[in-house]
């Protein structure tokens, strides 16, 4: 199976709340990156594991979120990397405020597992609807 099919499965699975096979697609010591300014982890400093990931990221999107979903558009096959465009859209509970952001993933697979995550968006919509103000 290929890198970029292996992301489309990948996509498939978050979509349908599949975390077994999200998480099971992780190596145990994946590295995974938010964008800089990102209100989860500003500093973009990585967060290693899987455990980390679901902690500092899938229980907050589940918890804080009204249908935050990522929807994967082009897939770009660069061998071991795969980079992915794709857009956010959901609703931040706490201010009501919805996000439609354009994002792109950048991920690093070897022997099959993913070891590598890195996003990239416009941390400025991120930090807009979580703004109370």
């Known amino acids: 199976m290929s890198n970029v099919q292996k992301m489309r499965d990948l996509y498939d699975a978050l979509g349908r709340g599949d975390m077994p096979t999200v998480l099971g697609a992780m190596d145990p010591g ?4 938010e964008a800089e300014g990102n ?3 500003p500093s973009g400093k990585a ?3 899987p455990d980390a990931v ?3 990221l899938f229980m907050r999107l589940a918890t804080e979120w009204d249908g935050f ?4 558009g082009e897939f770009h096959d660069a061998g071991s990397t795969v980079v992915v465009e794709a ?11 919805v996000l439609d952001a354009q994002v792109c993933h950048v991920w690093k697979i070897r022997d099959g597992k993913v070891i590598g995550f890195q996003q990239f968006v416009d941390t400025g919509q991120l930090q807009d609807v979580q703004d109370t103000r």
């Open 39 to 41: 209100p989860y982890e």
């Open 47 to 49: 967060w290693r594991g």
């Open 54 to 56: 679901v902690q500092n």
């Open 87 to 97: 857009r956010y859209t959901g609703t931040y509970k706490h201010t009501g405020k």
């Open 69 to 72: 979903t990522v929807h994967p």
């Open 30 to 33: 994946i590295e995974w990156r």
